[in-house]
C-alpha cells in the first residue's frame, strides 16, 4: 500500500469510474445522458483532485485498488479549488443539477460528526481482484492511519451488499438518507 501521487491519477480514476458505474449514489447527481461514463470519470478527477490537496489518495502494490479520503476540517476554498468545483460542474453534473446536488450534499454533511474525521470519499476494486483481499489491506491502512491521527471515520453507501464488509471493520450505520434511494452513513470510532 502506498499514498498515490499524480502519476497514478489516469489508473486510479479508470479503477473508481469502473467500480461506481452503476452506483446509485454517483448517478444521483451525475447528468444521465450518452455521456455518462465520462461525466463519472470527472467525478474521479474532481475527487482525486480535493483528496490529493486536502486529503490522502491510496493505491495498493499491484495497481488493482485504490482508495480518495478527505479530511473536510483541511479543505480550504482557493482559486484552483473553485476552477476545480466549476469544471466540475460543467463536465460532471450538468447545470441542471446544481441544485440537486447542493441539497444532497447539505443534508450529507449535517450527519457528519462536529469533530475532525475522516471522511472516505471512495474505494474500489477492479472487479477480478474483488475477494483477494486488496481492498481489505486499503481499508485496513486507512483505519490504521485515522486511528493514529485519532479521528473518526465516516463514509456513505447506497450499495447495500457493502454493508457486511464495512461493518467487519466497526463500521456502523448511524443514519440513513432518502434520495429516492437509501443512503446509509456509516461511521467507525476510534477505539479508546
Request: proline share 4%; aromatic share 12%.
Amino acid at each position: 500500500m502506498r499514498r498515490a501521487d499524480y502519476t497514478d491519477k489516469d489508473f486510479v480514476v479508470n479503477i473508481l469510474a469502473n467500480s461506481f458505474a452503476e452506483n446509485k449514489s454517483v448517478n444521483y447527481i451525475i447528468k444521465q445522458d450518452r455521456y455518462k461514463h465520462r461525466r463519472i470519470e470527472e467525478l474521479m478527477k474532481y475527487s482525486f483532485r480535493l483528496c490529493s490537496k486536502f486529503g490522502k489518495t491510496y493505491v495498493s502494490s499491484n495497481k488493482q485498488a485504490c482508495a480518495l479520503v478527505i479530511f473536510p476540517d483541511k479543505k480550504k476554498t482557493t482559486i484552483k479549488s473553485i476552477l476545480w468545483d466549476i469544471q466540475f460542474i460543467l463536465k460532471a453534473i450538468g447545470i441542471g443539477n446544481i441544485r440537486k446536488a447542493l441539497q444532497r450534499e447539505s443534508k450529507i454533511k449535517k450527519c457528519h460528526p462536529a469533530i475532525p474525521f475522516t471522511y472516505l470519499w471512495f474505494i474500489g476494486t477492479e472487479p477480478s481482484e474483488q475477494g483477494n483481499g486488496v481492498g481489505t489491506a486499503l481499508i485496513k491502512q486507512i483505519i490504521s492511519d485515522s486511528d493514529n491521527l485519532n479521528r473518526p471515520i465516516c463514509l456513505e453507501t447506497s450499495t447495500i451488499e457493502n454493508i457486511p464488509w464495512y461493518k467487519k471493520f466497526g463500521f456502523t450505520i448511524y443514519k440513513e438518507l432518502d434520495f429516492g434511494y437509501r443512503l446509509y452513513c456509516l461511521k467507525r470510532d476510534v477505539p479508546k
